[in-house]
């Protein structure tokens, strides 16, 4: 017990985990899930008891602790935990890449299900072990020795490359800093950003050769609203610029990622060909709803033909203002979210900032904890627990009879070693075991800006939406009722499915009566306005089109990267800019090197697999549609939800969750409708409206 990481018995010792027992713990981890590997391989006969659970409870040791040193490197990252951690990648890629390659396991589990045991299994059961038998077959274990080792080689590499490729943005990220001298720069900028800034720049003058004014940085809390707001063209340039050009070539050699991406498309290509499949992104399809790359390319081409009309028109539209409204006769793509904020504000007469000052943290947080209550009758509580940082923080959900469901940490704010986004991710998961039930424990991680001069943080709407969004990932995982490991919570769920539950959360940041009870005016405590709430309203589907077809760009780009790209024909920045033709309407420069920050594709599990965010959305936004048709129904409805989806994690397929809910197939109707895109909602022949 003296490695806080070989520590179970409670919650991660998080204050008290270092770089220094990393080694130790996951080589003694490892050690212990070879042994049991050993042990399963010989065990007879075979039953559930006997093979199965021994196995999971020596690997899932094994994947919580180093799920532990991930973590912290993405939320506090150091050079001596990121050594820790890149000296030890290798080591369990090798164990992962043999486990699912091992001929003797896997012929475990074909006994298994060939047992008279299997015949009395319940679905879940038998679900696990189809599963494993899927896997097995798609990590290599019927590959011959040689294509074997080469399987698990390309493995590791592309572990240790997906590594690299996220810490070289993050240092890309953190490395970049513009400071400003004469505060009329700073014009436009909210109070709270220009108020954080020189609070880093005094941080900063207090070591030798760093200047005082104010600290400009490409963390999200300013860089975002310097595009929206900031009225120097000159700033906002030079920091587009800046963010752009992140771990590529024209930063240092060290941090660029140019080489980084052939290499990771090389590998995975010849990954899915040891396999037997034609490209990575069939291989990567092969555990998805979506059938084949052919089917994604379609259903996104489908939905650009839907959106470009209106996208085109949110361009032209924006163009006219601009033009004549700014005497900006060329919109460039750093004046984008400056001039898109103006005719926000020129049209429905209000402003993002003039929102936020009611989203305060305290009120945001009960009126989401409200909204989980009422959905699905438990409770959010806070609680206590060891923890990475001081600004994080930990809550309990139970159950109407004060049972505990489970536990969550959050870590709301941006700050430097942090890496940039948000993200739900699981620490421990439900599992029933003889000793009792194993209650799930996840993180919610975003970045948005902390209070400053003593007064609470304030958010966006669009971050309430995100909070939101991760929030409801989480509850996936929190309120599943399956105990079996593998199909808990998004454990076995189809990787395009896993953004139905957070998509879902997000329908619940328009409802008025949810709003209002979200919100108290940092100064006044006054909830906000429903004028103003109406106002939102009337915008909510402001520039949708343009919004949709730049995730079409991400969503396309990614599938034809992955399905037919061949690099020795082509380059990936051209593939881009071909993508673009066919969907874009605001265009990056030539310059701009977006694939060097791609994380999502290149260090994250979207891999050909981008595109579930829209196909999740059509899911979600039905979902959602259940309970607009029954608004009387609430709590009705959500008990049908949380039985048919939320509780059933991977227990089964995803469609059939979504089937039993909704006693249908899914209707992209309903997403249409939402974004403003569907029938009667089409303003193609209209004139550009008049701004007033």
């Avoid at 240092?252 to 980084?260: R, W």
């Avoid at 265009?587 to 060097?596: D, E, N, S, T």
């Amino acid at each position: 017990m003296d490695n806080p990481l070989l520590d179970f018995s409670g919650l991660p010792r998080f204050d008290a985990i270092g770089a220094e027992h990393v080694g130790p713990a996951i080589d003694a981890l490892l050690a212990e899930a070879q042994a049991a590997v050993v042990a399963a391989e010989n065990v007879a006969p075979v039953t559930w008891d006997s093979f199965l659970a021994p196995l999971e409870d020596a690997t899932e040791r094994l994947w919580r602790a180093w799920g532990q040193v991930g973590h912290l490197q993405a939320v506090v990252n150091t050079p001596e935990l990121r050594e820790a951690y890149n000296a030890n990648l290798p080591k369990v890629t090798r164990f992962g890449s043999a486990l699912g390659q091992n001929l003797a396991l896997f012929a475990q589990y074909k006994a298994l299900a060939a047992s008279p045991e299997y015949a009395g299994y319940d679905a879940v059961r038998r679900k696990v072990v189809e599963n494993a038998l899927r896997d097995f077959r798609l990590g290599g274990a019927e590959l011959d020795d040689a294509a074997k080792a080469r399987f698990s080689a390309v493995q590791e590499e592309l572990a240790a490359l997906s590594a690299r490729f996220s810490q070289n943005v993050l240092d890309a990220t953190d490395a970049f800093a513009l400071y400003v001298e004469d505060e009329a720069r700073l014009a436009g900028l909210p109070a709270e950003v220009v108020a954080a800034a020189r609070a880093a720049a005094d941080k900063d003058g207090r070591a030798p050769g760093k200047r005082r004014g104010w600290k400009l940085t490409l963390q999200m809390p300013c860089y975002l609203p310097a595009q929206a707001y900031a009225d120097d063209r000159g700033l906002r340039e030079a920091l587009y610029r800046a963010n752009g050009l992140r771990a590529s070539e024209a930063g240092p050699a060290e941090l660029d990622n140019s080489g980084h991406i052939g290499r990771i498309l090389e590998l995975r290509a010849e990954l899915a060909a040891l396999l037997g499949f034609p490209s990575y992104a069939e291989y990567s399809l092969a555990t998805k709803m979506a059938q084949s790359s052919a089917q994604v390319l379609e259903f996104l081409r489908d939905l650009a033909g839907h959106a470009l009309p209106f996208a085109r028109r949110d361009r032209a539209e924006l163009e006219a203002f601009a033009r004549d409204e700014m005497g900006l006769d060329e919109l460039q793509p750093w004046d984008l979210g400056y001039a898109s904020e103006k005719l926000k504000q020129a049209r429905y007469s209000y402003s993002e900032q003039e929102v936020k000052r009611y989203f305060t943290e305290a009120r945001v947080l009960a009126g989401l904890f409200g909204v989980i209550e009422s959905l699905y009758r438990v409770v959010v509580k806070p609680d206590s627990a060891p923890v990475w940082h001081e600004d994080v923080r930990f809550y309990r959900v139970e159950d109407g009879d004060g049972r505990l469901l489970g536990q969550f940490y959050l870590d709301l704010y941006a700050r430097e070693g942090k890496r940039g986004g948000a993200w739900m991710d699981d620490c421990r998961n439900r599992r029933a075991k003889a000793s009792g039930t194993q209650t799930p424990l996840v993180y919610l991680v975003c970045n948005f800006g902390k209070g400053v001069d003593g007064k609470p943080a304030t958010f966006g709407h669009n971050e309430v939406t995100t909070l939101f969004h991760e929030m409801g990932h989480g509850l996936h995982q929190l309120l599943t009722a399956i105990g079996e490991l593998p199909v808990a919570g998004i454990n076995g769920v189809e990787w395009d499915a896993v953004e139905l539950p957070s998509q879902f959360m997000e329908n619940f940041c328009w409802e008025w009566e949810r709003v209002r009870a979200m919100t108290a005016h940092v100064d006044t405590g006054q909830p906000l306005p429903r004028e103003l709430f109406e106002k939102m309203l009337a915008a909510k589907n402001f520039q949708s089109g343009m919004f949709t077809v730049r995730q079409l760009e991400f969503a396309l780009f990614d599938m034809e990267l992955h399905s037919r790209f061949e690099p020795a024909r082509d380059s990936v920045l051209r593939l881009l800019e071909r993508v673009r033709d066919e969907v874009a309407v605001n265009r990056a420069p030539a310059w701009h090197r977006f694939p060097h920050q791609f994380s999502h594709i290149f260090a994250g599990g979207y891999a050909a697999g981008y595109y579930s965010y829209k196909w999740a959305e059509v899911l979600s936004a039905d979902a959602y549609a259940a309970f607009e048709e029954a608004p009387d129904r609430l709590a009705e409805t959500g008990a049908r939800f949380l039985a048919e989806v939320l509780s059933r994690g991977g227990s089964r397929s995803a469609l059939e969750n979504f089937t039993a809910f909704r006693g249908r197939a899914p209707s992209i109707d309903a997403l249409l409708r939402h974004s403003g895109m569907g029938k009667g909602q089409s303003r193609d022949a209209d004139p550009v409206p008049e701004v007033r």
